[in-house]
Structure formats: structure tokens, C-alpha cells
């Protein structure tokens, strides 16, 4: 079946469009220390528009039941919404049935249901699992544990001093034991867009199974499950104007059905008794349990208002500011830039000669500026750079120039103090 795309109805072009759209977003107006907040954290979590807020606040004030499981209205209304929501998720990525949406708690409990259900299942002793060097911890610590139960090995994909991981390493881990390759899509430490489409196509040559973490990925370009055409695709609302407690897991459908349940409870189960329990059908065979109704319903909103202004847009935009903002921060004595990749979100990762991230971050505070310092749960990235933690400063499309301006200007205040 041919899918409907959502249309565009915005471009990002002028002053007045990134005013209205900075408008969509109440907590963009705070006080932070006694000046307007700057929020440059969004690739630990971005901001919610009113759209999203008034989404959630409708569905509690006149839809929330349980669902799934009575026939009064209510529950039959809160059913048809989650499942609309499932619907929204399956268009804005481009998967081909709306069952190969699993609603997680986000893309670490995605990335722990695959480890659970196809790794346990299918991954054994001396088995090869891939993994890339640039991994969040959410997408290392359940393949080590698998190792660890398994006796499984991993190898990693090595990355050059830019933080592009190196293609030819890559394809000269593959063996006849490789059974999984478990990839980021984006950096959330270096910003590296990496080369999926082509990294999956060569572990598919080798009958190997892709896992893509695309936590950070999926708020910032548009995405097509079919024609990635991995296997597995993980992502947390909270990264992508949603609420928190609510991610995705897609799966293609034949993997999810031979896939063993990650939870056992209410609503993933067809039939009990107790000798024998028989699972439902995929999705409701990953659910376990009340799901978390409101937030799925409140990213379904949040989806809706990505698609309006637009992926395409919000990747152009948002790539405009990260070369505004390389550009200067490159420019400046001590300051050092970490992920310089060719192909980069707009993630900025950054140290000042002398200085512990920490009071970067702290003095940028007092400015209003929020910014990531410490190891963004990446701790072999920062191995491999030889530093203890960075800062970071990442952008969303509702960031300006203005800002980047501010955070150069809190990054010179440190060097003088630090002097
Ligand atoms: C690349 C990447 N993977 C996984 C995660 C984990 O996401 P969550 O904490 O929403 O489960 C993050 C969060 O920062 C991330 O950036």
C-alpha cells in the first residue's frame, strides 16, 4: 500500500517564521538566572509545543480510560487514539504495516526488547555481535550483557580522529559467526550521520540483522523504514517534541512474529491458563500491560507537528545553524571541536583548553545557556578522544543565530575567567 505522507505547510526561511515557531514553545519564553533561556540541550531532550500540550491535556480532561479491553465510550475512544497514534508513527517513518510499531518506554527499552527477544533467542556462544565505537551506553550495555549470558563476542567498528566510522574496518569484521550489527544512526556525542543505508545493505549481504539507534535521527531527518530497509529501528519521543516515557520500536513483521515476548502480562497474552499461555499477535505481543496511553497519544501530536513545518525543513534549517556555529567556534584560540565528520547533525561537541567541562557549563548557566557536559553516556567516545567529558551544545529548529551568538560570547566569558 502506498502511504500518504503528511504535507508540509511551513518552511523555516525568515525571522518571522522562527518567531512564530519559537512562539509554539511556552518554556521558550523563561527566565533563566535573569536572562532568556537559551536551551541548546536538545539532543538530551527537546521542548514541547503548546499543540503537544493541549493534545495531552484534551486526552485527560476528555478521553482517558484504559484500553483495549471494555466497550464503554471512553475505552473505545482512548483505543481508537493510541492506535492512531501507531498509525501517525507508521507513516512519519515509512514502515510498511502499522503492527511493526512497538510503543516502548523509549530507545533504551527498544534496544533491551530486541536484545531480549531476538538476541536470547537466536544469538549464542561464539556468535559475533557488531557494534560501532560511537554507541550510546543504550546501545552497548544489552549487547555486553547478552555477551556475558551468552557467551558472545563483540567486535567494533573503529572510527577515524574526525569520528567517521571507518567502512573498510567495517566490512573486514564480518564472518561466518557475525549474527547482529547494532548501529547508530546519528552520534549523539560527535554529531556523525553515519552511512546506514550502505552499512545495512553490506551486513544483509552477510545474512546479518541491523539494529539502528536512531534516538537521534529520527527528530531531525526524515526517515523511511522501507528503503533503510533495516531491521530494527529505535526512538524515544522526548528527543523529538513529544512527552517522555514513550519510544518506538520498529521491527519487520516476520522478525517481530519469530521474536519471543519481552514482558509477560495483561493484553499480550491470547489465552491463559496454567499449564500453557498463548501469545497475542505482534504489536500487542510486545505490550505488556497498561501502555503509556497519554504519551503515546501526545507524540502522535508531536509527530503531526514535526511533519508540519516539515523534516526536510528542519534538517536544512538546522544544518544552516550547525555551520554558523562551527564556523565560530572553530575560529576561536583553545577551543577545540570534537566530531568533525564530512556528514553531521546539529550536534556541537566541544572543549576549552584548561578548563573541565563542568564550569563551562556551569558559567554558561548563569547566562541561561543550557548546553550537556560529561560523557552523554558515550564513554568509549571519550576514551577514544582522550578526554574525561565535553560540552556539548546541540540545536533544534526552533534555535537562532541570536543564540549560537550568546553561547560564543558565554564560551569567550569562561576563557577570561579561566585566564
Ligand atoms: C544515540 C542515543 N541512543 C540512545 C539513547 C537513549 O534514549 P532514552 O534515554 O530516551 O532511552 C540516547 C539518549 O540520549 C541517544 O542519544
Known amino acids: 500500500m502506498k502511504i500518504e505522507r503528511i504535507k508540509n505547510e511551513r518552511t523555516i526561511t525568515d525571522k518571522a517564521t522562527i518567531d512564530k515557531i519559537r512562539a509554539d514553545f511556552p518554556i521558550l519564553g523563561l527566565q533563566v ?137 567495517f566490512e573486514a569484521l564480518f564472518n561466518e559467526k557475525t549474527k547482529f550489527l547494532a548501529l547508530s544512526h546519528v552520534s549523539n556525542a560527535l554529531g556523525t550521520i553515519n552511512p546506514v543505508k550502505r552499512m545495512t545493505a553490506y551486513a544483509h549481504s552477510h545474512g546479518v540483522p541491523v539494529l539502528l539507534d536512531g534516538a537521534q535521527a529520527a527528530p531531525h531527518q526524515a526517515l523511511d523504514m522501507q528503503d533503510l530497509d533495516c531491521d530494527y529501528y529505535a526512538f524515544s519521543g522526548h528527543k523529538m517534541c513529544g512527552p517522555t516515557g514513550i519510544g518506538v520500536l520498529y521491527g519487520k513483521a516476520h522478525l517481530l512474529e519469530k521474536m519471543q515476548p519481552y514482558q509477560g502480562g495483561g493484553d ?85 583548553e584548561g578548563v573541565h567541562p563542568h564550569d563551562v557549563g556551569t558559567i554558561l548557566n548563569s547566562d541561561g545557556i543550557a548546553i550537556r557536559t560529561g560523557h552523554h553516556c558515550a564513554q568509549p567516545v571519550m576514551d577514544r578522544f582522550h578526554v574525561p567529558a565535553t560540552a556539548r551544545a546541540s540545536f533544534a529548529f526552533y534555535n537562532t543565530r541570536q543564540e549560537i551568538d550568546k553561547l560564543v560570547e558565554g564560551i569567550r566569558k569562561v576563557q577570561e575567567m579561566f585566564l
Do not use: C
Request: glycine share 8%; hydrophobic share 45%; proline share 4%.
Open 33 to 169: 538566572s535573569g536572562k532568556p533561556l537559551v536551551y541548546l540541550d536538545n539532543a538530551a531532550s527537546s521542548q514541547v509545543p503548546q499543540a503537544v500540550i493541549d493534545r495531552i491535556v484534551r486526552y485527560q480532561t476528555e478521553e482517558h480510560s484504559n484500553i483495549h479491553r471494555a466497550v464503554h465510550y471512553l475505552s473505545e475512544l482512548a483505543t481508537r487514539q493510541y492506535e492512531a497514534a501507531r498509525v501517525k508513527v507508521q507513516h512519519f517513518i515509512n514502515a510498511k504495516e502499522s503492527r511493526e510499531i512497538i510503543f516502548t518506554r523509549g530507545t533504551t527499552e527498544s534496544i533491551n526488547l530486541v536484545m531480549h527477544g531476538y538476541g536470547r533467542a537466536f544469538i549464542g556462544k561464539g556468535d559475533e555481535i557488531i557494534l560501532s565505537a560511537m554507541e550510546h551506553h543504550a546501545n552497548i550495555v544489552p549487547w555486553q550483557m547478552l555477551a556475558q549470558e551468552k557467551g558472545a563476542v563483540l567486535r567494533v567498528i573503529p572510527m577515524n580522529d574526525a569520528g567517521e566510522l571507518l567502512v573498510d574496518e
Open 268 to 352: 499480550m497474552i491470547l489465552s491463559v491458563t496454567f499449564e500453557k499461555t498463548t501469545y497475542n499477535v505482534i504489536p500487542s505481543k510486545f505490550e505488556a500491560g497498561t501502555p503509556p496511553i497519554m504519551a503515546a497519544i501526545g507524540l502522535g501530536a508531536a509527530i503531526e507537528y514535526l511533519s508540519g513545518i516539515g523534516l526536510d525543513n528542519i534538517a536544512a534549517y538546522e544544518h544552516e545553524l550547525l555551520e554558523y556555529a562551527t564556523e565560530k567556534v572553530a575560529a576561536m584560540p583553545g577551543v577545540r571541536i570534537i566530531g568533525t565528520a564530512g556528514n553531521k547533525a546539529a550536534v556541537m561537541s566541544f572543549e576549552i
